[in-house]
């Protein structure tokens, strides 16, 4: 599984984030009160599925080196 869970505040329900941490490009996600984070891959398509409001899953496609 490549998504990695963020830690939430339960107090607040706040995120926090240092962005000197990701050199990569990163999409963090929240549905239901959860947050995970995952990295984008260098080549290729992600799809991020969603029903009936909520988030589903997350698809990466990085295609075949010919």
Same mark, same amino acid.
Do not use: C, W
């Given at each position: 599984?490549?998504? %990695?869970d963020?830690?939430?505040?339960?107090?607040?329900?706040?995120?926090?984030?240092?962005?000197?941490?990701?050199? /990569?490009? !990163?999409?963090?996600?929240?549905?239901?009160? /959860?947050? %995970?984070?995952? !990295?984008?891959?260098?080549h290729?398509?992600? %799809? !991020?599925?969603?029903?009936?409001? /909520?988030?589903?899953?997350?698809?990466?496609?990085?295609?075949?080196?010919?």
């Amino acid at each position: 599984m490549r998504m %990695k869970d963020l830690e939430i505040n339960s107090e607040t329900g706040r995120i926090e984030l240092d962005t000197k941490n990701y050199a /990569k490009p !990163v999409i963090i996600m929240i549905s239901d009160g /959860k947050a %995970k984070q995952t !990295v984008l891959p260098d080549h290729g398509e992600t %799809k !991020v599925i969603t029903h009936q409001g /909520k988030l589903k899953r997350v698809r990466f496609d990085e295609g075949e080196e010919f």
